[in-house]
């Protein structure tokens, strides 16, 4: 999961989901603060943890 200063405010994104920030990451300049690994934290987008729990 990274943590990405954005216009809006830092927000965590799972790898899953930066595709789809990829155009507001550039056009934007976002910059990733954090790259963290930890089951802890939420995506803000998928509300997802980076941690797949298998079935
Ligand atoms: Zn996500």
Excluded: Y
Aim: glycine fraction near 2%; charge should be negative.
């Amino acid at each position: 999961m990274k943590l990405w200063v954005t216009p809006n405010g830092d927000r965590w994104l799972c790898d899953e989901c930066q595709p789809e920030f990829a155009e507001q990451i550039s056009s934007e300049k976002w910059r990733v603060a954090f790259d963290e690994l930890d089951q802890m934290l939420r995506c803000s987008n998928c509300k997802h943890c980076d941690v797949e729990i298998p079935d």
